[in-house]
């Protein structure tokens, strides 16, 4: 669970599926595709709690299909 904060302000909390030794983000899906809003999902979190990497993985179909999402924000 993740803080969700606008403007300095505490307005709720983001519900991660996993956070990998506190560096990466994994989000589990189950549907046919990918949305469009999945991406962004994974994006507001990595910006949250400012990581540079999250997957976004896809057990629907015949095989995983998983997508590397970057935080542009985030030098190492």
Avoid: C, W
């Avoid at 993740?2 to 505490?10: M, P, Q, R, T, W």
């Avoid at 549907?31 to 997957?55: N, R």
């Amino acid at each position: 669970m993740v803080d969700l904060s606008f403007k300095g302000e505490k307005i709720g909390k983001y519900f991660l599926d996993f956070l990998i030794e506190g560096k990466i983000i994994l989000e589990l899906k189950a549907t046919p595709f990918f949305h469009p809003d999945d991406f962004y999902q994974v994006l507001a979190y990595l910006k949250a709690i400012s990581l540079k990497l999250g997957i976004l993985a896809n057990f629907r179909g015949r095989k995983l299909v998983y997508k590397r999402i970057l935080n542009s924000e985030i030098h190492l």
